[in-house]
């Protein structure tokens, strides 16, 4: 990937204040901070500018806060699609039609719910937990697995050429 340096650091920054944010540490901090308001309010006599100081100090925290936690959302949700993707792709009998699956609309997406919804549905009739269904019929996962044995039969048919021995 071609990244320039701001990207790199903003990443790190962002991961490292994402860790910290989401810490106890942090949680304290936060308590703190309010009750050294609290306690203060008296000796400031509760004026508008020490009401000020907390109002602006949440509003400013917040509104960053929104767009950190939206960036770790992100990378969250990118790396599990990623690992649900490798799961689909190496499982033979899984639909590769579900891969990248977020990318549909939200109108393809309801219709994708609405058939397994169908598919749970009719899957409660069946004699064994262990049957299963997916997207592609049977007869696509059954033409598959003779598609592999031919390839089996004819690569022994054709082993390939030994070293000769000396």
Not at 19 to 39: E, H, N
Not at 118 to 135: D, G, P
Request: net charge neutral.
């Amino acid at each position: 990937m071609n990244e320039n340096k701001f990207t790199r650091f903003f990443d790190h920054f962002a991961s490292k204040a994402t860790k910290a944010t989401g810490s106890s540490g942090a949680f304290l901090l936060a308590s703190l901070s309010i009750i050294v308001w609290l306690v203060t309010g008296p000796i400031f006599d509760y004026s508008d500018t020490w009401q000020l100081i907390i109002n602006t100090s949440t509003t400013i925290i917040t509104f960053l806060m929104v767009f950190l936690i939206q960036k770790a959302q992100n990378k969250d949700s990118l790396a599990m699609q990623i690992k649900l993707n490798e799961l689909l792709a190496v499982n033979r009998k899984a639909s590769n039609r579900l891969l990248n699956v977020e990318d549909l609309t939200e109108e393809e997406l309801q219709k994708l719910h609405q058939f397994f919804c169908k598919l749970a549905e009719e899957s409660k009739n069946e004699a064994t937990l262990s049957e299963s269904h997916s997207i592609e019929e049977a007869q696509d996962i059954h033409e598959d697995k003779v598609a592999a044995m031919h390839e089996r039969i004819a690569s022994r048919k054709n082993p390939r050429k030994q070293p000769a021995n000396k």
